[in-house]
Structures are given as C-alpha cells and as structure tokens.
C-alpha cells in the first residue's frame, strides 16, 4: 500500500477527517495567503490535517486543473525556485460552496450527537422511537 494508501487507511480506522476535506482546506490556507507546498503540508498540520505531501501535491496539481488554484516559480538566493500557489475567484467560489457544505454536515451531525444523548440516555430495553 502506497503513503496515500496509508493516510486513507488511517483516517478510516480511527474516523477521521474524510479525504474530500483536503481540498477545502487547501483553498483555505490559500485564501488565508499564498503558499508553496511544503508550506502547506506544516499549515494543514497546524489545522487538524495530516495527509502526506504526495497527496497535498496531487490536489494541489488537481485544484489548478480545475483553475481554483493559479501558481508561479519563486526564486531566491536562500534556495531552491518553488511553486507558489494562490487562491483564484473560481477557488473562492469553491471554498464558499465547501463551506455551505460543511455547515450541513455540521448540522447533521450535531443531530446525531443529540439523538445519540437521548437513546444512551434511555435504560436498556426500551426501543421507544425518536422522530
């Protein structure tokens, strides 16, 4: 099994964050400020997200194609030329459209926390139905 395969692997056995939340994290950071790779690998640690750079990469080329996600080389005497991507208006439109997502699934599994309270709350052999 690959690294990416590892980090899938992971998140399904402990519950984690679902993978589709890579990309709406990506676009983020970059709405937040431009960013190279490995600058945003340490910044979606920082944000609860621990997928591998090969899989950061792989989005990042895939949010480009998708034209959410515009990218240059920076130069500098410190070291090597890296890509830096920034956040374009068709990425601002997904990060709002991720968000509106989200909401949802917030508010879905903020019922389920609350059905979840009143059925362990309930003793043992009492099958009464919640609506």
Not at 16 to 26: E, I, K, N, T
């Amino acid at each position: 099994m690959g690294g990416d395969g590892l980090a899938a692997q992971r998140r399904a056995d402990v519950g984690g964050l679902p993978r589709s939340f890579l990309r709406p994290s990506l676009l983020l950071l970059l709405k937040e400020r431009p960013g190279h790779g490995y600058d945003l690998v340490g910044r979606l640690k920082k944000l609860g997200v621990d997928d591998d750079s090969a899989a950061v990469y792989r989005a990042l080329r895939s949010l480009e194609e998708m034209h959410a996600v515009s990218s240059h080389w920076h130069t500098s005497s410190a070291g090597p030329a890296r890509h830096v991507y920034e956040l374009t208006p068709t990425g601002e439109a997904q990060l709002h459209a991720a968000l509106e997502a989200a909401v949802a699934t917030y508010q879905a599994i903020q019922r389920y926390f609350s059905r979840y309270g009143v059925a362990a709350a309930r003793p043992p052999g009492d099958t009464t139905a919640t609506s």
